[in-house]
């Protein structure tokens, strides 16, 4: 797999999990811990795809 087509997985995993933690926050009986794990794993998406973007 070469570098484009791994930020671009990357990017697709990451509006998945925007999407994820946007219906989860919307649910009335969401479970804050689960959102909360959500984001990091979004947030640690961004942070290699910024890497990978810089190289």
């Known amino acids: 797999?070469?570098?484009n087509?791994?930020?671009t997985e990357l990017q697709r995993k990451h509006m998945r999990l925007a999407q994820e933690v946007e219906s989860a926050?919307?649910?009335p009986?969401?479970?804050?811990l689960w959102v909360g794990e959500l984001k990091k794993k979004k947030l640690l998406l961004?942070?290699?795809i910024s890497r990978l973007s810089e190289i």
């Open 1 to 3: 797999m070469n570098l």
């Open 5 to 7: 087509s791994r930020i």
């Open 25 to 27: 926050q919307k649910a």
């Open 29 to 32: 009986a969401s479970d804050h």
């Open 46 to 48: 961004k942070e290699e």
